[in-house]
């Protein structure tokens, strides 16, 4: 059985940061793009960034790029999320996702809540 893990999650101050682990475990995941995503209740699922099996090649989301910074390790099966400078509407659950399809992905993890306090 394939399943994502997210942890990392928390509550931080406005400017601060968190670091994200997804985990994948069921199958390996290293040949495959993995990234994130988020969602915030109400709102429609946003893109976070992507990256590919080598790390050769990431996208980021414009709301995202140059404070956040995704990273691989294919021998633990585990993407990261380098969250800096964080600011309130950072505030979401997060979702590591595997293996894109297009816009979407078929696997998902469970989520995990972020937090940016003033």
């Known amino acids: 059985q394939v399943q994502l893990v997210e942890s990392g999650g928390g509550l931080v101050q406005a400017g601060g940061s968190l670091r994200l682990s997804c985990t994948a475990s069921g199958r390996t995941f290293s040949n495959v793009r993995m990234g994130w995503f988020r969602q915030a209740p109400g709102k429609e699922r946003e893109f976070v960034g992507s990256i590919n099996w080598s790390g050769s090649n990431i996208y980021y989301a414009d709301s995202v790029k140059g404070r956040f910074t995704i990273s691989r390790d294919n021998a633990k099966n585990t993407v990261y999320l380098h969250m800096n400078s964080l600011k309130l509407e950072d505030t979401t659950v997060y979702y590591c996702?595997?293996?894109?399809?297009?816009?979407?992905?078929?696997?998902w993890g469970q989520g995990t809540q972020v937090t940016v306090s003033s």
């Open positions: 996702a595997a293996d894109f399809r297009g816009p979407t992905a078929a696997y």
